[in-house]
């Protein structure tokens, strides 16, 4: 199974950008799907989740700017992300916790795509 990222690059502080990520090989089901970010230094942290139900969490640090969303027939998430501000500067990666078959369960993780606000 594999993660393509996408949708990364500059943009100033207060506009938006659409990450995407697309999961695909010997996939059963997705169950959950999210973002992460990391900058220099830190530590990997959440940014949000979506399960297959479509139930979400988002950190404190993004709710109400960050949406997430997926689509279930191309095994795709997507982060929109407005309100943009220097401190979201990181790099994003996408992750899925994925059924390979009925019993089997594995996480992946994209490659990463830099977000820079500018500001």
């Known amino acids: 199974v594999q993660l393509q990222a996408s949708g990364g690059g500059l943009v100033q502080a207060g506009g938006s950008l659409r990450l995407s990520c697309a999961a695909s090989g010997s996939i059963f089901s997705i169950p959950v799907m999210g973002w992460y970010r990391q900058t220099p230094g830190k530590q990997r942290e959440l940014v949000a989740v979506?399960?297959?139900?479509?139930?979400?969490n988002y950190a404190d640090s993004v709710k109400g700017r960050f949406t997430i969303s997926r689509d279930n027939a191309k095994n795709t998430v997507y982060l929109q992300m407005n309100s943009l501000k220097p401190e979201d500067t990181a790099v994003y990666y996408c992750?899925?916790?994925?059924?390979?078959?009925?019993?089997?369960?594995?996480?992946?993780w994209g490659q990463g795509t830099l977000v820079t606000v500018s500001s």
């Open positions: 979506i399960v297959s139900s479509s139930r979400t």
């Open positions: 992750n899925a916790e994925v059924l390979i078959d009925a019993f089997r369960r594995y996480t992946y």
